[in-house]
């Protein structure tokens, strides 16, 4: 049996079961299960049913994972060891900072699955109330490039970008990295798919080409091309960030130093040398004043230094999406337009890739100060740029068109005026309803921006769906959810 | 089917069901259960299997219990509404400290089973790593109280006791409550079952006589009695305080603030006017020396002080355990044994009770100060409290003698010398594994004391068990862990 629990290993036993019985192991506790010379820790549910056999054991699909086993596999359950990382958390609970050891141990029993949801939160929560110095900062990251794997490049300057918190739409990876490529820099870019967004970078970039590429030839990819757009989630790069994320999610807190050690370890064990972060700013963005974003800059290129990184901070505007699309396939129909400099292309995409692929370009010694953003741009106009893209992606093992969604419905304007505010979380949440990321084609197509005049009945949004029951729901929302952009007359 | 999940509210549903798909409900998410006019909010896992019919939901305990449902009910399961107390979580996370409306709307989630364990977890992190306030203590206090039910009395003085931390053996309670009725005070006492230790008082207590009690019954058994040793599991007097605690044994930490509000809160809940707390004070107890004692005191009295409950503390010896048995039945004898004066009655646990006793009797008015100790020890040395004692167990359904173990085994001293210290945690694992307290007779009788001589050969403990296969347990523990007792020649 599967059992659905993201990244939490988890395993059901009957309460009447032998093993439970003479181990004295009760529900809700943790437990070590062993299959050969393999080991996992799991949160124990006790049930009272015949659903499972007297000695039965289900497992979550991370449980499964881990043991690497099948169907039908004997399996040991038993008491797992006593968990002596968790007295560093207790202590920092108290107020005591933590050193290298300690993160140490602490990061490397959260990979291990060791930690329950009550441990991890303690640990984000006292790192938020007593917020992570820099030192710890440091600690954390070190441990948490450590505990994973780390890729590594031949070329002496490896380039990178990261976006802090994201923008709908803001899809500019894979034009920077066709950019940085055309000009001779390696950047092998490992990106997520979509976890609570409508879309993930690795979910727009497979509209593309396929994503899911092993070690072996994510690294042909970049010898012969010099870049790539690949999913990072199977490589074991900082995996404990993938778990930290999701309490911090769960929790919806974001702190400054979690940030960091995140973004950070994430960009270090991808063996990148030289990264640009593109930090927007805006009221229903993650990052919301221009004092904010200084801070967290001048603490991420402190750290940065520490580990050899070359960092460079961009302030960009995170007042509305980015493009027209959200969503896998409008998003990567965005990503075409600017590419083949289609005259439909959205002009906010083109300029906000050219920014940051400038500062790449510059960051990484392929154009001058001050000169990388008209390079980037010469390198679009040229078609340089689309024609590195074909090849990365024909590499990746094809370039393809991104697919057509069967129902697309308006959303008219109700009053004429001018768009004063546009509000991305609401935007998010109804292309996910409409089917995004799941259904790639699904989402919504934006065609208002912010200070635009707009005519009464004038269509402000087109929503993309492949079934009428995800339209239905998208409408629903749409009727119901409140201004998603605000006209004023 | 029933899933055993300790107090957290749990539903399992198959990945493909209309309903996960169509309200778009993801694994380890949130859902909103109704049934009728009741609702829980439950932790959804997902699972492939065949294990659940297609729109079936299989539920926790808890899930059962809030919504009354019977096996087959039908049942709808949403999205459930955004949790907006968590906002003050969240708040209280980045050190903005908390006010009464937060506190109600954080206790009243967590007690409609809408809080996570992360949530749980980053609360009390939160207000460990920036402790409470008095006035925050106050306000969560009095938000757990309301939150739950509450019990009245007529007596303009009810009476009450609390032991903080707790030592094996310590079953001074029903000697308390029969001393303190006996000389004509109300004690209405409400005690837990063990959840980690080898025994609670209510395991102990139902050893003698029922104590599963009625609201109506232990009402009437109060009046006639003016007191009695009851479960207070089923009375949802201070429903938070089991959450909380649950959360905090998982971290193994124990904030002054959440103590304070835990013990007064359940206190006050149960009608309390006159409170004596016992803080014993060892190496391997909770509070550890007598400025922590101390301190803790001063803030417990001046918590106590805005609900006008009166509140004196006792500092007692932590430094073993009480009495010779650890494990229910062998607690309720040296109970018995102290309560009929028996030759061979443990003195130290008659010791701690009289002053227990006697600072009971002086805070409710029932004896000049100074001389409570001496008319408690006359309470028992006259039969008095033996007789008050079995008119209450008599009350509660009838007294009865506690059961004795099949298996007896002595573990004997290996060399001579004098015992210089004893290990409370170990003990408890020891009675523990022999049964305690699912076991009722189980557990251990200890035969040393600090500071006495013990010969080689001597028993200095006998473990008691139902079955060989509990007995070998535990002497497998008693040979591999290490010194429980040193003995020093």
């Known amino acids: 049996m599967r059992l659905h629990a993201q990244h939490q290993p988890i395993a059901l036993m009957r309460a009447d079961c032998h093993v439970c019985r003479s181990e004295g192991l009760s529900s809700r506790s943790q437990v070590l299960i062993t299959a050969d010379d393999r080991q996992v820790q799991a949160l124990l549910y006790q049930i009272d049913s ?10 979550s699909e991370d449980a499964w994972d881990a043991l690497g086993i099948a169907d039908g596999a004997v399996v040991q359950v038993r008491h797992p060891p006593v968990l002596e990382s968790l007295a560093g958390v ?3 609970i108290y107020g005591r900072r933590l050193g290298q050891e300690d993160m140490v141990a602490i990061v490397g029993d959260v990979v291990r699955g060791r930690y329950t949801d009550v441990h991890l939160s303690a640990f984000l929560t006292a790192t938020a109330t007593l917020p992570l110095s ?40 894979p034009l920077v990295v066709a950019i940085a490529a055309a000009n001779g820099l390696v950047m092998p870019k490992t990106s997520s798919r979509a976890i609570t967004s409508p879309a993930g970078t690795a979910d727009t970039m497979e509209m593309l080409a396929p994503v899911d590429l092993g070690i072996e030839q994510l690294q042909h990819v970049v010898r012969t091309e010099g870049g790539c757009v690949a999913w990072g989630g199977a490589m074991h790069l900082s995996p404990a960030d993938d778990i930290f994320v999701r309490v911090e999610r769960e929790l919806d807190i974001d702190t400054e130093g979690q940030l960091i050690a995140s973004v950070l370890s994430k960009k270090i064990a991808a063996g990148a040398t030289h990264v640009v972060i593109d930090i927007p700013i805006g009221p229903t963005a993650k990052i919301r004043s221009r004092e904010a974003a200084e801070r967290l800059a001048a603490h991420l290129t402190e750290t940065a230094s520490h580990f050899g990184l070359a960092l460079r901070c961009l302030y960009t505007d995170g007042s509305q999406p980015v493009g027209r699309g959200i969503g896998p396939a409008l998003e990567a129909r965005d990503v075409l337009a600017v590419l ?29 100060a001050g000169q990388g953003e008209a390079l980037a741009l010469q390198t679009l106009d040229s078609g340089r740029a689309w024609e590195k893209f074909a090849r990365i992606c024909a590499a990746q093992g094809g370039l393809r068109e991104p697919p057509q969604a069967a129902h697309i419905e308006p ?22 309803l409409a089917g995004a990321p799941e259904r790639p084609a699904a989402g919504v197509s934006l065609r208002a921006r912010l200070g635009e005049e707009i005519s009464r009945g004038q269509p402000w949004l087109f929503l993309h769906a492949q079934t009428r029951g995800e339209m239905a729901y998208a409408l629903e929302y749409a009727r119901h959810a409140g201004d998603i952009i605000t006209i004023e007359a």
């Open 340 to 368: 083949r400099n289609e005259p439909a292309r959205p002009q906010d995409l083109r300029e906000r890739a050219a920014r940051v692929a400038g500062a790449v370009l510059e960051l990484g010694g392929a154009a001058l």
């Open 50 to 59: 015949e659903m499972l056999a007297q000695d039965e054991v289900a497992l």
């Open 411 to 432: 959303l008219v304007a109700l009053q004429a005026g001018r768009v004063v505010h546009i509000d991305n979380r609401k935007l998010s949440r109804l292309a996910k």
């Open 90 to 92: 207790r202590q920092r």
């Open 134 to 173: 820099i030192d710890e900062t440091i600690f954390l990251t070190r441990a948490m490039v450590d505990v994973g794997d780390r890729l590594s490049w031949e070329a002496p300057i490896v380039v990178d970008k990261h976006c802090v918190g994201g923008l709908p739409g803001n899809r500019t990876t």
